[in-house]
């Protein structure tokens, strides 16, 4: 029998009744058995999966009743994963993954008061066209001017202005000018590879800000934001266009078009990886190689291939996240994080998460997990670098040696880190993955 050491009063941070009211307040239980309940069953896991130094600080952090509890599980020999972790927790309640993940199956939803309606204002009477002459023979019409965007250009953001693509603008979009650019523009002779970096879900382009710095002093960057996310117009979300990958490939095809981007390489995270292969696919002269991080062709698994979730996984998320958008942001963003002795990562992936319009990211989100690019890479026929992680709740190794196989002449790079966005997490190892193949591209 395992030690049982009790917590250390001195340092616990709320007594047991307050832990409990706590958590029935978070959790949305209707009772207080229910809150102690789920409390029992989760330091059981925990106890059951923690060892050494990790298990002795969190009883010592613990009230004495919850970390007696803690310590009264017999150590399990198999390591779990995030989501494997809230699965055995689950089958061992008789819950589902998504509740065990959310607690209470649904907090009640904040309504919003009725709006003010103020009186229609009476419409001017129309003003009457005015024609314009008609031309002389061999006279042609006057090209009418381009609107001009608002946003003023900055010192570090080269934005040409007036610019406009599709349902996608250019004041969605930054671009940084390297210095090899600037030297050799002055030159004459033009140089710098373009490299664009495109965000995953829930994300905008302020999550490549540890990796732009490495990249700009040789290569031109160019971050943008998918229509909803960030920055984006909002005005331009249609759910038609969205409810596939091809939609938000259109946006990074219109991206490099209103750029003029020829032989550019294309860098995306997680969903964006796929998105990145039907850009390359639908404008191969626009993008010339690929980095594809955390990419996952399909998210369910299927006969001959391990996507890390079932069908009823994914419907009971979809569920979850649309009946509590916010709820499951909170609960699921640390899960695809990681790195829980950092809970810092954690809160910037669920204040990205929840900064998005939740209507929008649900669209995305089921266009995300229900898609299936398989067949799509066969047909990539552009360089192609493929990272994983050594540990990652959402992507497991099998889907990167998975996506190696199946593109050709693919390389697939097994990153020593935590968690599915290696480029908050690790972006040393991230940055240095992504200038290697850069530096092997001719």
């Known amino acids: 029998m395992y030690d049982q050491p009790r917590a250390n009063l001195s340092a616990t941070a709320m007594t047991f009744d307050q832990m409990l009211e706590r958590v029935r307040y978070e959790g949305a239980y209707p009772t207080r058995e229910r809150a102690a309940e789920a409390v029992h069953h989760v330091l059981a896991a925990l106890g059951r999966q923690l060892t050494g130094d990790e298990r002795v600080d969190l009883a010592q952090c613990l009230p004495v009743e919850a970390a007696l509890t803690l310590t009264a599980q017999i150590p399990d020999t198999r390591h779990l994963t995030g989501w494997g972790f809230v699965k055995d927790l689950a089958a061992r309640t008789g819950a589902t993954p998504a509740t065990a993940l959310l607690g209470h199956r649904r907090r009640p939803r904040h309504r919003r008061p009725p709006r003010r309606t103020r009186p229609p204002r009476p419409h001017p ?23 001009r965007l608002t946003r003023p250009q900055s010192a570090v953001f080269d934005v040409p202005r007036g610019r406009r693509s599709g349902r996608w603008s250019l004041r969605d979009c930054s671009v940084w000018k390297s210095s090899a650019e600037t030297m050799s523009r002055s030159q004459g002779t033009p140089h710098g590879r373009t490299v664009v970096l495109a965000h995953g879900f829930g994300c905008d382009q302020n999550m490549w800000r540890l990796t732009v710095p490495a990249l700009v002093e040789d290569y031109r960057v160019v971050l943008f934001d998918y229509v909803g996310s960030g920055r984006s117009d909002l005005s331009a979300f249609s759910e038609a266009r969205y409810a596939s990958l091809s939609g938000y490939a259109r946006d990074v095809v219109d991206v490099c078009e209103a750029l003029d981007l020829r032989g550019a390489v294309f860098v995306g995270h997680s969903v964006s990886a796929m998105i990145g292969v039907l850009a390359a696919q639908t404008a191969p002269e626009r993008i010339r190689g690929t980095r594809d991080g955390g990419a996952l062709p399909r998210y369910i698994d299927d006969e001959g291939y391990r996507g890390g979730f079932t069908a009823e996984d994914i419907d009971e998320l979809l569920d979850s996240l649309e009946s509590n958008y916010l709820g499951w942001s909170a609960a699921m963003a640390p899960v695809i994080m990681g790195n829980a002795e950092r809970p810092e990562l954690g809160e910037e992936l669920t204040n990205s998460f929840c900064a998005t319009d939740p209507a929008m990211a649900r669209v995305f989100a089921r266009t995300t997990f229900l898609s299936d690019s398989r067949e799509e ?33 693919s390389t697939l790079l097994t990153l020593d880190a935590t968690g599915h966005c290696p480029h908050m997490s690790a972006p040393e190892a991230t940055n240095g993955a992504i200038t290697g193949f850069l530096a092997g591209l001719r």
């Open 125 to 147: 009477a129309p003003t009457p066209r005015r024609l314009r002459p008609p031309l002389r023979p061999g006279r042609t019409a006057p090209a009418r001017a381009r609107p």
């Open 377 to 409: 890479l066969k047909a990539v026929s552009v360089p192609t670098l493929v990272l994983d992680c050594t540990q990652d709740a959402i992507a497991p190794r099998e889907v990167g040696a998975f996506v190696h196989q199946a593109i050709p002449g």
